[in-house]
């Protein structure tokens, strides 16, 4: 099974700040998927395929990466971006999630 | 619009069985395969299950697999989730959810969700 590891745990940026956060995989997977979760609703699919924009995501967002190492970027932080963000792979089954990353604004 | 309503959720004695529905509109249920998704309160999330487009093919982690079982009903466009055999560590919001594509293991679409609470 694959391992996601998610840093940071957490984290806090500012409105207008850059912020980057990072998936690694124990081993190579071909891409990796993200889901925004807001408190107190289910996930949302945000960006898959390693960096294609799900609708209606604002084009702030974007997502890169490849074999072991991913990342989602936010361009310039907004209010309505704090949330939990799950990473996730399905090139090799069983699909498993990363254990999260919420950021918060500040 | 893609809409997925889970029911069935509650309060079950470990080692009891409860049985989850999710009902699908919105789109062509019997084209696309479909999933069960848990998360433990104030946890992450787990892949629990997987059901072909037809029925015929059903995937598991081994975390579930032997107690749970997925099904659908594509004329009712239904999904099910039979769990037996509960354990505290089934406790968790169990979201319905639609594959993106057939072949696709990233999940496009996801209900609000039902609670499931094991104890006794």
């Known amino acids: 099974e694959i391992v996601l590891t998610q840093s940071p745990t957490t984290m806090a940026a500012s409105p207008g700040e850059k912020v980057t956060l990072t998936c690694r995989a124990s081993?190579?997977?071909?891409?990796m998927h993200w889901y925004q979760q807001r408190s107190g609703t289910s996930p949302k699919l945000w960006i898959y395929?390693?960096?294609k924009l799900a609708s209606g995501v604002p084009n702030r967002f974007s997502g890169s990466g490849s074999g072991t190492s991913y990342s989602l970027t936010i361009n310039s932080m907004e209010t309505e971006d704090a949330a939990t963000y799950y990473c996730?792979?399905?090139?090799?089954?069983?699909?498993?999630f990363g254990s999260g990353t919420k950021l918060e604004i500040k | 619009e893609v809409q997925l309503v889970e029911s069935g959720g509650g309060l079950v004695q470990p080692g009891r069985s409860l049985k989850l529905s999710c009902a699908a509109s919105?789109?062509?249920?019997?084209?696309?395969?479909m999933a069960w998704v848990r998360q433990a309160p104030k946890k992450g999330l787990e892949w629990v299950a997987t059901?072909?487009?037809?029925?015929?093919?059903?995937y598991y982690p081994d975390s579930v697999k032997g107690r749970f079982t997925i099904s659908r009903d594509n004329a009712k466009s239904s999904l099910y989730l039979q769990m037996n055999s509960l354990k505290s560590e089934d406790t968790a919001t169990y979201y319905c959810?639609?594959?993106?594509?057939?072949?696709?293991?990233?999940?496009?679409?996801w209900g609000q969700g039902t609670l499931v609470t094991v104890s006794s």
């Open positions: 996730q792979q399905g090139s090799s089954y069983p699909p498993t």
């Open positions: 919105g789109f062509t249920f019997s084209n696309y395969y």
């Open positions: 395929e390693t960096s």
């Open positions: 059901i072909s487009t037809s029925g015929s093919r059903t």
């Open positions: 081993s190579s997977v071909s891409y």
């Open positions: 959810a639609r594959h993106d594509r057939v072949g696709a293991w990233w999940f496009a679409y």
